[in-house]
């Protein structure tokens, strides 16, 4: 069992450090070292801070420090740039609120029904999290009131920012108490963030948490010389030539995106994009089979990129390179997690020769440039080992994941190690088992009763 052990010069509940200790934590990250303490005083908080570096649960632990279990009003509000961001830190927050009793924490993000997240707001809630588009639509409706607020958390700040919700995170903000903790957590630190801590912030503590050598992630920067006209024939040889089995490739256009994941998906290659123009449903599944290994590559924006939290990438690929070192280095942190080794392969055309030069001059490397063969291999191909199986039926339909494990293991005879990971949400619910086992496992599902009913599953392709 591990022993959490936090030496700040503070106090702590002791049903939240055996809650740390039982989560796997032995002791707070660097940002959540220095942020804390701030926090629980009540400043405001100015943070650059890496995705990855354990700022959410600091801004959790603070905020829920704070609230009223008894009063059944917004005390905590998180406004999030993506719904794959907000959804992440909701589940968080919730997971860390788990110390107390009857802590209600509500997602509200666009893309989603309106109904029930009325319905949601009006049996009260503690802690928001949500979008500031779908926040302001409620705040605008009066479903929700954030007159009772005392800490407001700007997530990820810089890209809502590159989004345009400035006006609406200005709206939003115009509505609650001037007096309030706002703690602002940014990957990157812009004029623009600057002026956004000026209008919103009262002195606040300035925190930034350089990565050191310990925590510098072991990932190795390749380049590969291409052109425009032959970008998409050089992405399918960089992954012939590297042969990752997950990997994230950054476009920055939506065109871009869906043309990469069509054309990979045309030559053989698991790709999936994920953009604007998909629901919430699509969007979860995308997420889905990628996190879970039955998707290979996801072709994605920063924008979109964010909030995606799989920690087995083997490879992130700069389809088009970025201006801005920052968020270069926000890229390729996605890779080499955990210990392990990552490859970030960069696609440079002739116009990219002074961003290569600000990488060289960040990361202290010498581009090394790699040549790839762009002949066509007809017998190249990148398919998953796992398939995701769709239910009908989830959380609101009382299906747990030990339903499902129970239905796979005793109803259709398979082993624990073949079952991959499962995601349970509203209505519906997904599970990751080996290829070759789909297609028999679908059809003893068809007659397999789980939770006394019959339950519609389908593949996800």
Request: proline share 3%.
């Amino acid at each position: 069992m591990t022993t959490f052990t936090h030496h700040l010069d503070i106090t702590l509940p002791s049903n939240l450090t055996k809650l740390l200790s039982d989560m796997g934590y032995s002791q707070f990250t660097p940002i959540q070292q220095q942020s804390l303490p701030v926090i629980i005083s009540g400043s405001d908080v100015l943070a650059q801070a890496q995705t990855g570096s354990g700022k959410t649960l600091a801004f959790a632990i603070g905020m829920l420090l704070k609230v009223n279990p008894t009063f059944f009003g917004v005390q905590g509000l998180v406004m999030c740039p993506t719904r794959e961001l907000a959804d992440q830190v909701c589940k968080a927050i919730r997971k860390v609120a788990s110390y107390m009793d009857n802590i209600k924490v509500l997602s509200l993000c666009g893309g989603m029904p309106f109904g029930p997240q009325i319905g949601s707001l009006e049996h009260g809630a503690h802690i928001v999290v949500g979008t500031p588009g779908r926040l302001l639509e409620h705040l605008r409706k009066g479903s929700l009131k954030i007159n009772h607020l005392n800490t407001l958390v700007l997530d990820e700040a810089d890209r809502m920012l590159d989004m345009g919700f400035v006006d609406s995170i200005r709206t939003v903000i115009e509505q609650a108490p001037d007096r309030r903790q706002t703690l602002l957590f940014s990957a990157t630190y812009a004029d623009t963030i600057a002026a956004l801590s000026a209008e919103f912030q009262h002195e606040p503590v300035t925190i930034k948490v350089e990565q050191t050598q310990v925590d510098t992630p072991d990932i190795e920067q390749c380049f590969v010389r291409t052109t425009k006209d032959t970008k998409l024939d050089t992405l399918l040889a960089c992954l012939r030539h590297y042969e990752p089995r997950q990997a994230i490739v950054f476009c920055n256009t939506k065109i871009e995106r869906q043309a990469g994941a069509d054309w990979l998906d045309a030559h053989r290659v698991s790709a999936k994009a994920i953009h604007g123009d998909l629901d919430q449903r699509q969007r979860d599944q995308v997420l889905v089979q990628f996190s879970n290994r039955s998707t290979c590559i996801l072709v994605a924006t920063d924008v979109a990129a964010r909030g995606i939290d799989v920690k087995e990438i083997d490879a992130v690929i700069n389809y088009d390179m970025t201006r801005d070192t920052d968020v270069h280095t926000h890229r390729i942190g996605r890779t080499g997690r955990a210990g392990a080794k990552g490859i970030a392969i960069n696609l440079a055309t002739d116009k990219d020769s002074h961003k290569i030069s600000d990488i060289e001059k960040r990361f202290d490397i010498k581009a090394n440039f790699t040549q790839v063969e762009l002949d066509f291999d007809n017998d190249f191909r990148l398919f998953p080992a796992m398939t995701t199986l769709a239910f009908d039926a989830g959380r609101k339909n009382k299906l747990r994941p030990g339903d499902i494990v129970g239905a796979l293991t005793a109803g259709v005879g398979l082993y624990k190690d073949q079952v991959g990971k499962i995601d349970v949400f509203d209505f519906q619910a997904y599970v990751a088992i080996s290829s070759n086992l789909a297609k028999a496992t679908l059809k003893t599902l068809e007659t397999t009763k789980i939770k006394g009913r019959n339950i519609k599953v389908r593949p996800l392709r």
